[in-house]
């Protein structure tokens, strides 16, 4: 019975080093934990565990007890270690690997104890605990990269808080009940949303899959004061801590300035630094100003992702996934971007253009950390462009986000600093 524990076992873990050699990113320096942790480790715990499962006569009694050794020592050190890292995520989930470990090291000792030589398991024991101890810190999202606007921000008076539709032009109206801007062209109707929202977050900087359900939830914004000052409306939102909305129009365009403040930083998987959401096209396509010969089909929900992002040298990438969100990544366009420089994007339909929106603080805020999900170079922040599904003429979304791990595998976390977040967007009709 004890050896057919110990064989499933190892089976087990072979299986589970595998799958981690296989999904999760490579690319990254050699200087990252990524690259140890996802690239150079597994191969050699497969080596070491296959050993063990395949070891047989002599060979058996000198190999097993060791490698056999290292898997509830790992597992002690892990949930010893997950629990001080993450005291929210594993509050409870820490108790199933320490108990597995400490009913697995009595078992061990009851049945290898005499075996010899113990310096190796000694050693290999040693190894394990250092392992088990360093790899929940090794899922910890680092300290954020963001680089807040600290524009100014001051208190809305006192206004009205009702949800009536307010109308800016003949084809632009303004939602208050969460700041998004409609615009209609004939058939096109494009949405702008500009405040800063999470779509999830960790309490501790785990994987979001892992925090507890009542602390992943999403901004939930309320309307506290509108006010109408000359042709525009200034808006004031309780939410993370407090976000303002200005919007004007001016000369034929539509001018948003979104200010939203994190009192502390908050970390998650997916969030939005603006949408873009556009329906009743025909075919849609876009171009960036740092690439504007190059136009760029949105890809479908369902298939190999397209997105953009900006990296630590100031070069701006437009590149496609080789399969859903996942690498190796393919290029389509690339340019320049400095941080002080706005990011245009034209909308086109078929052939023409029909919406131009620029957005003035993306590029100076956004954080160019690697990502853990992704792998291959790719920084945290991204532009996503997605339809939703396999027609032309399906809804479009362009999603912008300061600092997402969005593309890749995995729900690793990433930080948002604390301060106050500025986002001018100007949408115009060419």
Not at 192 to 215: G, Y
Not at 244 to 255: E, H, M, R, S, Y
Request: proline content about 8%; glycine content about 8%; hydrophobic content about 45%.
């Amino acid at each position: 019975m004890a050896q057919l524990v110990w064989l499933t076992l190892l089976a087990v873990h072979t299986g589970v080093a595998v799958v981690w050699w296989w999904l999760m990113p490579g690319g990254f320096p050699s200087s990252s934990t990524e690259f140890w942790v996802n690239q150079v480790v597994p191969p050699f715990a497969v080596v070491a565990l296959l050993t063990g499962l395949l070891a047989r006569g002599r060979l058996s009694d000198k190999v097993l007890p060791p490698i056999l050794a290292v898997i509830p020592i790992f597992w002690l050190a892990f949930s010893m270690s997950a629990r001080i890292v993450f005291p929210e995520s594993f509050r409870s989930l820490w108790n199933l690997p320490f108990v597995a470990g400490a009913v697995l090291v009595g078992l061990w000792l009851r049945q290898f104890r005499s075996r010899r030589p113990i310096w190796v398991v000694l050693v290999l024991a040693v190894l394990a605990a250092l392992a088990g101890w360093a790899f929940p810190g090794s899922q910890r999202a680092p300290d954020p990269a963001t680089a807040p606007a600290g524009a100014p921000f001051a208190d809305v008076p006192a206004g009205a808080t009702d949800h009536k539709l307010i109308r800016l032009t003949k084809d632009a109206q303004l939602n208050p009940a969460d700041g998004r801007v409609v615009i209609r062209r004939g058939k096109l109707i494009l949405n702008v949303q500009s405040m800063l929202s999470f779509t999830d977050r960790s309490p501790d900087r785990c994987w979001v899959a892992l925090a507890p359900t009542e602390l992943v939830s999403p901004t939930t914004r309320t309307l506290v004061s509108k006010i109408h000052e000359g042709t525009g409306w200034t808006l004031r939102y309780r939410d993370e801590d407090a976000s303002v909305l200005g919007v004007a129009p001016q000369d034929g365009a539509i001018l948003l300035d979104a200010r939203s403040r994190l009192a502390r930083p908050v970390f998650s998987h997916l969030n939005t630094f603006a949408e873009v959401s556009v329906q009743g096209h025909h075919k849609l396509s876009v171009s960036f100003s740092p690439a504007p010969q190059r136009r760029i089909e949105l890809a479908p929900s369902t298939g190999a992702a397209r997105f953009a992002y900006l990296d630590p040298g100031g070069a701006f990438h437009v590149m496609q996934a080789s399969q859903r969100q996942r690498g190796p990544f393919t290029e389509l366009a690339a340019g320049r971007l400095g941080p002080k420089d706005p990011l245009l994007l034209t909308l086109y339909d078929d052939d023409k253009a029909v919406f131009t929106v620029t957005l003035d603080d993306w590029a100076a805020q956004a954080s160019t950390q690697l990502s853990p999900t992704a792998g291959s170079g790719i920084p945290v922040n991204a532009i996503e462009l997605l339809r939703g599904n396999d027609l032309d003429s399906s809804p479009a979304l362009i999603s912008f986000s300061l600092a997402s791990t969005s593309i890749g595998r995995g729900t690793q976390t990433i930080g948002h600093a604390a301060g106050v977040y500025r986002d001018r967007v100007t949408v115009k009709l060419p």
